[in-house]
């Protein structure tokens, strides 16, 4: 065996770069971490051939003393850190003083820097691990770090390179990171000789808009949450808009960006309810913290922390987005830039704008509610808003309906302003889609899915507050069942009392119910018990009452939500579209499904070329 020996510096460099440098984007964000611990406000990034083949980042930050700019390229050089102290509270993004070391031992450096203050700006070259002396430079500012041929002298770790094209892609990801995080600066990034991005300094909703686009910017909603020392802002999308993958998913703690599967949990609770089968949400977020909370130095690339009480941050983020989200009703424009409200705390949505009148036609009179307005859409009164239609061609308001039986008149809105945000029902499209024209154009409602969310969020809090009303049955409904499901009613009849189930066991094979969730009414209640003991038999009654409790209820939901091809009167839709003006997350059914959509007037101008 030979002897042990120390390593020559240069090779501890390369081994270094190999976890620190895994690819020219991990330069790259080196580089650009650095010029903001130096207070750049201006950043200027050039590349050729995907990084690989040049990196050169140019700031206007503080600039590096002549006498300090061999230093910087020596290993675990850093002006960021002095004692064990200043490694618990960093707040910095680059602190271990090795990135640039470690860039410098695999490719050819060129470091050129003039200090504020200072009349001659300074460069020093490394090139394959040796540091030049330094030379008069020409710089107006700030510093230039320049990386050509990137693994140059490693030929094995080259060769593990992609191709430009991916390289890129990598790099223009770190770039948008660094963006994202302070959108008070001003950006450029050219890639083989052509401006990819030039971004100017501009407010944080501004910033969304030009990376993440305008569908995103157009819909996210603001976040603003704090307890104690605990701060979360940003940007959250909306349920609607979603992606197959996560690549718009920035989580960023004291300003750094990382992957941490605590925040990513948190995160992915709080959409589950809102979210369709496996896609993305898009988000933007920033956490602040206690430096001394949060371990930054868990890994080389700083991409990963451990945070010293990690459940009570998942649970601040988690209630944090939940409320967040509990505010996307249907009907709701949200506001990029939301005021605070009086008590210091966020507004995250605001209503859209006015809407114009829409009157019922001639005929519909006091009965044409039925049974169905009074039992599952108890509690709303807005319906009689809508009057008669006598002279199309006037403007002022008409003289209203006769009251609905069981709901008292209510005056017609003195002005557009106090018009409901997802207007007035028109018609029913094939059974499935409710029809309401609003001010600005047409609103489509899936009439299902809408009533579906609604009744899930009647049920979610009737549980939560023990108060589950329901609803015995004239005449007990008996129906055949297998041995487990009466072995079921037999073992469960507390949880089943407590979901609003009373079930009676007739004999070996055949159950009775008694009573149903009175939200439930008019659902198939053999069909929902079957339902309901399936879902106790497959994981348990204490399951079903905690972790599985809303997939449950949202089962409970489906099987009571009004069907497709059910003829609904007028008053049926109208009252159909203020439950969900009302209701948290209306704008999603329990699946994540989009529940309505607007079809502007301009849009439907542009269908017809009018105006063109």
């Known amino acids: 065996m030979s002897r042990i020996r120390p390593l020559p510096d240069h090779l501890v460099n390369q081994i270094a770069a190999g976890e620190v440098v895994e690819r020219p984007a991990s330069a790259l964000k080196e580089l650009l971490e650095n010029s903001l611990d130096a207070g750049a406000t201006t950043l200027s990034v050039d590349l050729a051939e995907g990084g690989s083949k040049l990196i050169r980042v140019t700031d206007d930050g503080a600039g590096i003393a002549r006498d300090e700019l061999s230093l910087a390229l020596s290993r675990h050089a850093t002006s960021k850190i002095a ?337 409901p945000p997802l207007g007035f029902a028109l018609a029913q499209l094939h059974g499935v889609y409710v029809l309401a024209q609003a001010r600005d154009g047409l609103i489509v409602v899936d009439m299902h899915a809408a009533h579906e969310r609604v009744v899930y969020e009647k049920l979610k809090t009737a549980l939560d507050t023990d108060r589950l009303p329901t609803q015995p049955l004239l005449i007990p409904l008996a129906f055949p069942a297998d041995r487990l499901d009466v072995a079921t009613v037999e073992e469960h009849a507390e949880a089943l009392g407590l979901l609003g189930f009373e079930m009676a066991v007739m004999g070996p094979t055949q159950l009775a119910v008694r009573s149903i969730p009175m939200l439930l009414r008019d659902a198939d209640p053999v069909e929902l018990a079957r339902s309901v003991l399936a879902d106790i038999r497959e994981v348990g009654a204490s399951r079903v009452l905690t972790e599985k409790r809303d997939a449950l209820l949202a089962s409970m939901a489906c099987h009571g939500a009004v069907r497709a091809n059910r003829s609904l009167t007028l008053p049926e839709m109208n009252a159909l579209l203020r439950e969900m003006e009302a209701t948290e997350r209306s704008g999603q059914c329990n699946h994540g499904r989009p529940t309505w959509f607007r079809l502007s007037m301009n849009e439907l101008d542009k269908l017809f070329m009018r105006g063109q």
């Not at 933007?284 to 990690?310: G, Q």
């Open 83 to 419: 004692s064990l102290e200043d490694l618990h509270r960093v707040r910095t993004l680059g602190f271990r003083g090795e990135g640039l070391a470690s860039i410098a031992s695999v490719s050819q450096l060129l470091l050129s820097s003039r200090e504020a203050g200072s009349s001659q700006a300074w460069r020093v070259e490394a090139d394959n691990g040796s540091i030049h002396e330094a030379e008069p430079a020409s710089l107006s500012a700030g510093t230039s770090v320049e990386v050509r041929d990137l693994y140059f002298n490693v030929p094995a770790r080259r060769k593990f390179l992609k191709t430009p094209a991916t390289e890129y892609a990598h790099c223009e990801d770190a770039f948008k990171r660094i963006a994202l995080s302070r959108p008070d600066l001003a950006l450029t990034l050219t890639h083989n000789g052509k401006v990819q991005w030039r971004l100017k300094a501009e407010t944080a909703s501004e910033r969304m808009r030009a990376v993440l686009g305008n569908e995103f910017a157009d819909t996210m909603l603001t976040i603003e949450a704090q307890a104690a020392s605990l701060r979360l802002t940003g940007f959250a999308g909306s349920p609607t808009v979603s992606r197959a993958s996560r690549d718009a998913q920035f989580v960023f703690v004291n300003g750094r960006f990382v992957r941490d599967k605590v925040v990513l949990h948190a995160v992915r609770e709080a959409y589950r309810d809102v979210l369709h089968l496996d896609r993305q949400p898009l988000y933007v977020l920033f956490i602040e913290l206690d430096p001394e909370a949060v371990d930054v130095n868990v890994h080389p690339t700083k991409t990963e922390v451990r945070f010293r009480e990690s459940q009570a941050i998942h649970r601040f983020l988690f209630h944090a987005l939940n409320k967040a989200l509990a505010e996307t009703r249907a009907g709701a424009a949200v506001s990029a830039e939301a005021p605070a409200q009086p008590d210091g705390g966020p507004s995250n949505v605001a209503y859209a704008p006015t809407f114009q009148q829409m009157r019922m036609p001639l005929g519909v009179q006091e009965s044409a509610a039925g049974n169905f307005y009074g039992t599952l859409f108890a509690g709303v009164r807005e319906a009689e808003w809508a009057a008669p239609l006598e002279a199309p061609a006037s403007s002022a308001l008409q003289p209203q309906a006769p009251p609905l039986a069981g709901y008292p008149a209510r005056p017609l809105p003195s002005s557009d302003d106090d018009l």
